[in-house]
């Protein structure tokens, strides 16, 4: 057990086609126009519900999640930059399934629950690279 995610045997095929249908397909088809909004409030709840406190657990959980792969890049005392990579990524790109709500969202809410203070974040994606990167202003007065 990996962060309190059980670990099945599942191809990653069958995981990449479960994220596609229901993050690409049936959730923008179910929560139209406020998909980006409740995706990264979702993220949110998921840093709480998996207790990822620690930033350093998040590129674990991001591959056990078939999320992609997750580095930080950069680390200021107000700001901190992740990019996300991998298959997954550069294959949601090429898609133009463009939405990392969800990841911005768990990100910021583990950056949040490390460090006491609130954290806020956005995405950028470079079509160029393949990438997604991912900046959490963190709120020191908060």
């Known amino acids: 057990m990996i962060l309190g995610v059980n ?3 599942v191809s990653e095929e069958q995981t990449y086609f479960l994220n596609q249908l229901y993050r690409d397909f049936l959730l923008p088809t179910i929560l139209g126009s406020d998909n980006r909004d409740i995706l990264y409030w979702a ?3 998921l840093a709480r519900q998996y207790q990822l406190d620690n930033v350093k657990d998040l590129p674990d959980f991001f ?3 078939s999320f992609g792969t997750l580095k930080l890049i950069s680390t200021k ?3 901190l930059q992740f990019e996300l990579s ?3 990524v550069t294959d949601r790109i090429a898609a133009k399934s463009t ?3 969800l ?3 768990l990100i910021a809410e583990t950056v949040s629950l490390e460090n006491g203070h609130t954290a806020e974040s956005q995405f950028t994606i470079d079509e160029k690279s393949h990438t997604v990167t991912i900046d959490v202003v963190i709120d ?3």
Do not use: N, R, W
Request: glycine share 12%.
């Open 43 to 45: 993220g949110k709840k």
């Open 103 to 105: 990841e911005a969202g």
């Open 140 to 142: 020191l007065k908060d």
């Open 86 to 88: 991998g298959t997954v």
């Open 63 to 65: 591959t056990i999640a």
């Open 77 to 79: 005392p107000k700001k």
């Open 7 to 9: 670990t099945l045997t």
């Open 99 to 101: 939405e990392f709500s």
